[in-house]
């Protein structure tokens, strides 16, 4: 199984490393923009509307937007993403169905959600497709059966990110950095969502889906007399209300640089973030020098960050950094993933990129080359009519000067330097950071405590916690050897497990929702073939014999090199374990948690096998391996065992490819169902 990964990943990896490595255009003079300007109105039940008319395109979009204060959800966290999921399902007037059956029609797209609605399609439909929003947005369907359908759906997704080590570490950033009982530092749980009732989502619905902060942004090819009349008409009779507003104590930051670490003995990579709380406003002088900091610090592939911790110490795919601006306290952020045993090198490289913006005037040549992404990347998007509203509804809601966009590129073109350094200084944070890592405890923690900065523990859910035990002592005669016997017992004994002589195993997954079936077949003398179907279509084949090997890859044959036909031979076998146990070179490195569990961690070369310490069996496998130039560790996780002929064999199996693959092995066949025919 663990072959397969490789593939997988090599699939996978080859999509998210495309067109990272495009060089920068150079600068040209700096183009004058002119940004649409709307024409307003206000409805008496307090509905700002703007409309920009833009008549190159047969074309029109509309959204509706209540910018309402941020507010806190509490014991019922996920009342407003039941209210989005259920927004759409209907509407008094309408069925789903129906509903859905005309926007297809139409061509259009429409969407609502808790705070908003918006639609877009070709103008012809204008008319038609603001009814449909308007009736959608006013007049909403909220069911029992379809608030049970819904619910069902999001606990399933909550579910299905227990173990993920990147929905994990946004979790408790935002816990730790805002407080679980601010609006942006609290976060939904099945524990919350089972509080939640229709009732309350109607409560939520009636509450803050209200005119008196709200926007509706028009453009396209529309006239604005005509449009004035239909929105008095479809949303003049707009009950007039006005969303509650709370005040919070804002957040603050640590004290002192520190590490927060969340133990996640399923991480192949550690989740880094270096944060420190961000009040900046559009309007605040820093505003635009703030901005191509960031950019030159860690906006792109071009960032200082990505160029050092990808570039020069190929420890990560990616490295980023971001700062937040408006009307609310936000923050900044820099990013990166990188595999466990290089975490504390990563971190203090971090560390200097921020000191190094902090400290020293940034070269001409990075600030020009900062500055013409930033109007390259205006100008581009001042092409979207979605960009002219988006643009108009910041001026409003962010209470910007009429002339702020007319003025970005000057304003752009301006910073200085000094300028730079002085935002540096001022929104990133050096003695004030605080550096959330998530990963394995076993592998970072060492580094990490070299850096002699302080270190508090919490769970995956941003409670404080004990340090995890990693070093755990090794009973009294146990060896590598004494726990491979205890393996090949456990599923069956040493004489049954000598007697299978094939083995035939078919699964099902999904993969970023395309469904898959993965057909396997090895064979005692060292065969095997591997073949991934998604859809009925072949999208990848493995053999090996005893002549060679090779994969067939979108049509494409490629014979295995020379070099990884031996390790590929030594798996392909029913039960790699029969021939560990006469291997001299493996060794017993420990007792490791592997989800929840303590198992014993057996190294062979760069792959660890992980055996439960209870169960004796095998549960998980690690394996080193390099792709696309990184480093890293991918995991195939083993559960679910059930007896085939005496043999006990897992019916399910995890692979962490960067994503994490579910498959469920619906079919297994003993000394049966594989022939030699199927390795030629």
Same mark, same amino acid.
């Given at each position: 199984?663990?072959?397969?990964?490789?593939?997988?990943?090599?699939?996978?990896?080859?999509?998210?490393?495309?067109?990272?490595?495009?060089?920068?255009?150079?600068?040209?003079?700096?183009?004058?923009?002119?940004?649409?300007?709307?024409?307003?109105?206000?409805?008496?039940?307090?509905?700002?509307?703007?409309?920009?008319?833009?008549?190159?395109?047969?074309?029109?979009?509309?959204?509706?937007?209540?910018?309402?204060?941020?507010?806190?959800?509490?014991?019922?966290?996920?009342?407003?993403?039941?209210?989005?999921?259920?927004?759409?399902?209907?509407?008094?007037?309408?069925?789903?169905?129906?509903?859905?059956?005309?926007?297809?029609?139409?061509?259009?797209?429409?969407?609502?959600?808790?705070?908003?609605?918006?639609?877009?399609?070709?103008?012809?439909?204008?008319?038609?497709?603001?009814?449909?929003?308007?009736?959608?947005?006013?007049?909403?369907?909220?069911?029992?059966?379809?608030?049970?359908?819904?619910?069902?759906?999001?606990?399933?997704?909550?579910?299905?990110?227990?173990?993920?080590?990147?929905?994990?570490?946004?979790?408790?950033?935002?816990?730790?950095?805002?407080?679980?009982?601010?609006?942006?530092?609290?976060?939904?749980?099945?524990?919350?969502?089972?509080?939640?009732?229709?009732?309350?989502?109607?409560?939520?619905?009636?509450?803050?889906?209200?005119?008196?902060?709200?926007?509706?942004?028009?453009?396209?090819?529309?006239?604005?007399?005509?449009?004035?009349?239909?929105?008095?008409?479809?949303?003049?009779?707009?009950?007039?209300?006005?969303?509650?507003?709370?005040?919070?104590?804002?957040?603050?930051?640590?004290?002192?640089?520190?590490?927060?670490?969340?133990?996640?003995?399923?991480?192949?990579?550690?989740?880094?973030?270096?944060?420190?709380?961000?009040?900046?406003?559009?309007?605040?002088?820093?505003?635009?020098?703030?901005?191509?900091?960031?950019?030159?610090?860690?906006?792109?592939?071009?960032?200082?960050?990505?160029?050092?911790?990808?570039?020069?110490?190929?420890?990560?795919?990616?490295?980023?950094?971001?700062?937040?601006?408006?009307?609310?306290?936000?923050?900044?952020?820099?990013?990166?993933?990188?595999?466990?045993?290089?975490?504390?090198?990563?971190?203090?490289?971090?560390?200097? %990129?921020?000191?190094?913006?902090?400290?020293?005037? *940034?070269? &001409?040549? !990075?600030? $020009? =080359? /900062?500055?013409? #992404?930033?109007?390259?990347?205006?100008?581009?998007?001042?092409?979207?009519?979605?960009?002219?509203?988006?643009?108009?509804?910041?001026?409003?809601?962010?209470?910007?000067?009429?002339?702020?966009? %007319?003025?970005?590129?000057?304003?752009?073109?301006? *910073?200085? &330097?000094? !300028?730079? $350094? =002085? /935002?540096?200084? #001022?929104?990133?944070?050096?003695?004030?950071?605080?550096?959330?890592?998530?990963?394995?405890?076993?592998?970072?923690?060492?580094?990490?405590?070299?850096?002699?900065?302080?270190?508090?523990?919490?769970?995956?859910?941003?409670?404080?916690?004990?340090?995890?035990?990693?070093?755990?002592?090794?009973?009294?005669?146990?060896?590598?050897?004494?726990?491979?016997?205890?393996?090949?017992?456990?599923?069956?004994?040493?004489?049954?497990?000598?007697?299978?002589?094939?083995?035939?195993?078919?699964?099902?997954?999904?993969?970023?929702?395309?469904?898959?079936?993965?057909?396997?077949?090895?064979?005692?003398?060292?065969?095997?073939?591997?073949?991934?179907?998604?859809?009925?279509?072949?999208?990848?084949?493995?053999?090996?014999?005893?002549?060679?090997?090779?994969?067939?890859?979108?049509?494409?044959?490629?014979?295995?090199?020379?070099?990884?036909?031996?390790?590929?031979?030594?798996?392909?076998?029913?039960?790699?374990?029969?021939?560990?146990?006469?291997?001299?070179?493996?060794?017993?490195?420990?007792?490791?948690?592997?989800?929840?569990?303590?198992?014993?961690?057996?190294?062979?070369?760069?792959?660890?096998?992980?055996?439960?310490?209870?169960?004796?069996?095998?549960?998980?496998?690690?394996?080193?391996?390099?792709?696309?130039?990184?480093?890293?560790?991918?995991?195939?996780?083993?559960?679910?065992?059930?007896?085939?002929?005496?043999?006990?064999?897992?019916?399910?199996?995890?692979?962490?490819?960067?994503?994490?693959?579910?498959?469920?092995?619906?079919?297994?066949?003993?000394?049966?169902?594989?022939?030699?025919?199927?390795?030629?």
């Amino acid at each position: 199984m663990k072959k397969v990964i490789y593939i997988l990943a090599g699939l996978f990896l080859s999509i998210t490393m495309q067109a990272q490595d495009r060089p920068m255009p150079k600068a040209g003079p700096a183009p004058t923009v002119n940004v649409g300007k709307p024409e307003t109105f206000t409805l008496k039940n307090g509905l700002k509307v703007l409309v920009v008319e833009n008549h190159k395109l047969p074309r029109v979009s509309f959204t509706l937007t209540m910018d309402n204060a941020p507010y806190a959800e509490g014991s019922k966290k996920g009342v407003a993403d039941m209210t989005s999921a259920l927004m759409g399902s209907g509407t008094t007037s309408i069925s789903k169905e129906d509903f859905n059956e005309e926007v297809d029609f139409l061509g259009a797209n429409i969407n609502f959600w808790a705070e908003g609605a918006s639609a877009s399609g070709l103008s012809k439909y204008s008319k038609r497709m603001m009814e449909l929003m308007a009736d959608g947005a006013l007049n909403p369907k909220f069911t029992q059966e379809e608030f049970d359908k819904q619910k069902d759906q999001i606990l399933e997704g909550l579910k299905s990110e227990e173990k993920n080590v990147s929905s994990v570490a946004s979790r408790v950033r935002s816990a730790l950095v805002y407080g679980k009982s601010h609006p942006r530092g609290e976060y939904l749980s099945e524990e919350t969502l089972n509080n939640v009732t229709l009732a309350d989502v109607k409560d939520n619905y009636n509450t803050y889906f209200v005119p008196g902060n709200a926007y509706l942004i028009i453009v396209g090819d529309v006239k604005t007399r005509q449009v004035k009349k239909q929105v008095k008409k479809l949303f003049g009779n707009w009950t007039a209300n006005t969303a509650p507003s709370v005040g919070y104590s804002n957040p603050r930051d640590v004290q002192y640089t520190q590490i927060n670490f969340v133990d996640m003995p399923n991480a192949v990579q550690s989740e880094i973030a270096v944060i420190n709380l961000v009040d900046l406003k559009m309007t605040d002088k820093e505003y635009f020098a703030s901005i191509l900091a960031n950019q030159i610090l860690g906006g792109g592939g071009e960032g200082r960050l990505f160029l050092n911790l990808r570039e020069a110490h190929a420890w990560t795919y990616g490295a980023y950094s971001s700062i937040g601006s408006g009307k609310y306290i936000s923050s900044f952020r820099a990013t990166t993933s990188v595999r466990n045993t290089v975490t504390d090198s990563a971190i203090a490289e971090i560390q200097n %990129e921020v000191r190094r913006m902090r400290n020293d005037l *940034v070269s &001409a040549e !990075d600030l $020009k =080359n /900062a500055k013409a #992404k930033y109007i390259g990347n205006f100008v581009m998007q001042m092409e979207k009519p979605s960009t002219v509203a988006r643009y108009a509804l910041s001026t409003e809601t962010n209470k910007l000067p009429a002339d702020f966009y %007319e003025n970005y590129i000057k304003n752009i073109n301006a *910073v200085t &330097a000094q !300028d730079i $350094k =002085n /935002a540096a200084n #001022k929104f990133f944070l050096a003695d004030k950071a605080r550096i959330v890592v998530v990963g394995k405890a076993a592998d970072v923690l060492p580094g990490l405590e070299s850096s002699k900065m302080p270190i508090f523990y919490f769970d995956k859910w941003g409670n404080k916690t004990e340090k995890p035990v990693v070093n755990k002592p090794l009973p009294e005669g146990v060896t590598a050897q004494t726990v491979l016997d205890g393996y090949i017992a456990a599923i069956g004994g040493e004489k049954a497990v000598k007697g299978v002589k094939t083995l035939y195993t078919k699964s099902t997954g999904t993969v970023q929702g395309t469904p898959l079936e993965l057909t396997m077949k090895v064979s005692s003398d060292n065969m095997q073939f591997v073949e991934m179907t998604a859809m009925g279509m072949s999208m990848m084949k493995q053999v090996v014999n005893d002549k060679g090997g090779y994969m067939v890859q979108q049509g494409q044959k490629v014979d295995v090199p020379a070099e990884e036909l031996a390790e590929l031979r030594a798996a392909a076998v029913p039960f790699e374990e029969l021939g560990l146990m006469s291997n001299k070179e493996i060794t017993l490195t420990g007792i490791e948690a592997v989800n929840g569990n303590d198992a014993y961690a057996v190294k062979n070369g760069t792959t660890t096998y992980f055996y439960d310490v209870k169960s004796g069996l095998k549960i998980a496998e690690a394996k080193e391996q390099e792709q696309m130039g990184q480093k890293m560790t991918q995991t195939t996780y083993y559960g679910d065992y059930k007896a085939v002929k005496g043999i006990k064999v897992p019916h399910k199996v995890t692979m962490n490819v960067g994503i994490e693959i579910d498959l469920t092995v619906n079919e297994v066949k003993i000394n049966e169902g594989v022939s030699a025919a199927d390795f030629k």
